[in-house]
């Protein structure tokens, strides 16, 4: 359930209910919103509902106690109406800009990387992408280049400005890639590994967190509330890609899943074409597609030679077909900028928010 603080409410009536949901067992999570404190109490409240609702509301300085149909609490937009705004060097996430994410999907080398780097830099790109842990279906695949890749990219970081991200897929690789990443990736097959995403929850440092190819909506969100409520606020989404019966595209992206997380959640969602398809050629017409349905960005794989990529090599863009994709979807941002709010209240009129969806 959720504490609305009346506008009148004293520091001191807000440390009271904070006080009174620590007396009661559960844990107070408040965000101070352009109106109105918000109290969301976080806990296993069972029975208890009807009786701590009235003990709520009878404290100085509420408002409203509204209790929460939906199982995700921090991420959802009723607990915080605004966009989630996550800033990382120079740049900004989740501001109505777009943000772009490319570079190799394996860090093979220094010289590759760095190659990479300088090219989408150049074009544009505003965070630089490279796996140095690698989740690879086949354990005799090439399995990254672990803490060696990490420098690289934090030299890649220095020389161009830009931002890096890179996957953890263990919780004893948490400080590490902490220490030279400024943003950690959370890949798909790790999605519901609660103990990583506990874990990427008590550093200070951005996380994306990858849908499974198998989640729900609902799924992705819950697993964006462990990181949340572990204290880490600054959670991305991204939608890579879910698994169906169709076997032309490595997997099938889920351009609904897009508006529909922007309605329920105030955190910002960026595609991924590249595992979405598997294709080259599929990449570009799926990033125009995210960024026209008002994805915050997209993430993309490019690799100075893609054809002899040690991983992904089908998917990767060559350093021009970067640059050309960008001239594309540049273009499309600005014109569904404008839109973006329309979209939302398109969806509030729906009332999808309300519960679940009916499948047929
Ligand atoms: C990746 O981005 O390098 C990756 C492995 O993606 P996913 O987890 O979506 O498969
Ligand atoms: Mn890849």
Redesign the pocket.
Known sequence: MFVVMATTATEADVLGVKSQILAEGLTPFDHVGNDHVVIAVVGEIGARRPVLLDRFAAMPGVMTVTPISKPFKLTSREFHPEDTVIRVLDAVIGDGSLTVMAGP?SVESRDQLFETADAVAAAGATVL?G?AF??RTSPYAFQGLGVEALRYLAEARDRTGLPVIT?VMEPNQVDIVAEYADIL?I???NMQNYSLLRDVGRVARPVML?RG?GATVEEWLMAAEYIVSSGNPNVIL?E??IRTFETYTRNTMDLAAVPLVHHLSHLPVIV?P??ATGKRWLVKPLAIGGVAVGADGV?V?VHPNPDEALS?AEQQLTLPQFADLMTAIVPVHEQVRSLRGDLLDAGAAAGIGNGGLSKH
Request: glycine residues 14%; aromatic residues 4%.
């Open positions: 999907c992408r796996g690698k989740p996957e990736q890949g798909t097959r990858k190819y991204c890579r890609g991924d590249s595992h993430m794989e992904d």
